[in-house]
């Protein structure tokens, strides 16, 4: 199969994507990451996960969403969910794993490849559903951190692994380039009211 009828689709774990970008010392840019896997095939759909704190007066998050909703992403968010352990602490639930992997089991009859950005091994089982399915899926984490970044099961299960160190030339904001608007999983600015419509949405 050509390159040009490849489809595709990307599964974005925001916050484990922007720890394992932090782990390497770098900030992902949305607008570069894009553009890169839009030239690997068609790309149907570029999902991002991620919970927000629903009661904050500001959240640091909500601008990079924004941005990205008007700029080809679908954005899937959800409210956390505070509770108090078993030892009376204060703690935010997050998990976006379920809606990840329903939009997944959705789309695998009409995509060749999949792109997990998440080293998360309670994906595993995922990956090899889809794969049952005759979709191949590249699992996008770190195995340069100490300790790694992606679960060993994880890795395993993929038809292909990719380190991301190996993508931050393509993927990481250029500090010499002055900011265009495209926030960073670090500098996020507003989006503009007026920004291009969502290519790849409905």
Do not use: C
Request: neutral net charge; glycine residues 6%.
């Amino acid at each position: 199969m050509s390159i040009q009828s490849n489809r595709i689709a990307l599964f974005i774990d925001g916050a484990n994507l922007h720890s394992t970008a932090r782990t390497l010392g770098f900030d992902i840019d949305y607008k570069r990451l894009l553009k890169e896997f839009d030239g690997r095939g068609v790309l149907l759909r570029a999902f991002y996960y991620t919970a927000i704190v629903e009661d904050q007066e500001y959240s640091s998050i909500r601008p990079l969403t924004d941005w990205l909703s008007y700029n080809g992403f679908t954005v899937v968010t959800k409210a956390t969910k505070e509770f108090v352990d078993a030892s009376g602490r204060r703690k935010v639930k997050g998990n976006m794993d379920i809606e990840l992997a329903v939009n997944a089991m959705e789309l695998a009859d009409q995509v060749d490849e999949m792109f997990l950005f998440s080293g998360d091994g309670d994906f595993r089982s995922l990956v090899e559903a889809v794969q049952r399915r005759g979709v191949r899926v590249t699992v996008i984490s770190t195995i340069a951190s100490h300790p790694p970044m992606i679960a060993d099961e994880l890795r395993r299960q993929a038809d292909v692994f990719m380190d991301l160190v190996e993508l931050q030339s393509k993927l990481g904001r250029d500090h010499s380039e002055r900011p265009v608007g495209a926030p960073t999983s670090a500098t996020i600015q507003s989006a503009p009211r007026n920004s291009p419509a969502r290519r790849y949405q409905d």
